[in-house]
């Protein structure tokens, strides 16, 4: 981190700041995790904006601040969904699973499988309903 800020790489500091939060939320530490995905998420490049807050909206989930971190990742799918219209595509699926993930960890596991549901039918049309590793047969 100290040699990304001491050249000024934006990059090279908010992909630092984001996989510093990795390892502190892999340690429990969500305060921590939180405030480095803050920090990553005020200069990330805008291709990583997603990652980032979906990063952090998982941190949210984890600490118990559940409608925050619905919220986060709410503006990961947004964005998402901006960005590659209504067509399936794999970010997509991957944010739809950890909403799942958050909405399970909340107790409603009714929206839970609505999400799962989302991103297996979008696997299933990205890969033509051909036989998958990502798809459970």
């Not at 952090?56 to 960005?83: C, P, Q, T, W």
Request: with cysteine.
């Amino acid at each position: 981190l100290r040699i990304y800020q001491k050249r000024q790489d934006r990059r090279g500091i908010a992909a630092s700041f984001n996989n510093l939060g990795t390892v502190f939320s892999n340690l429990n530490d969500y305060k921590n995790a939180i405030d480095c995905f803050k920090n990553a998420l005020k200069i990330v490049d805008p291709e990583n904006v997603t990652a980032v807050l979906t990063n952090l909206g998982s941190s949210f989930f984890s600490s118990e601040r559940h409608s925050i971190g619905m919220g986060y990742l709410d503006k990961a799918l947004v964005l998402l969904n901006e960005r590659h219209g209504d067509r399936p595509h794999p970010e997509k699926v991957r944010r739809l699973s950890v909403l799942g993930n958050g909405y399970s960890k909340w107790g409603k596991h009714k929206e839970a499988v609505e999400c799962y549901q989302e991103a297996l039918n979008m696997l299933r049309e990205i890969h033509r309903h051909r036989p998958h590793p990502e798809i459970a047969t």
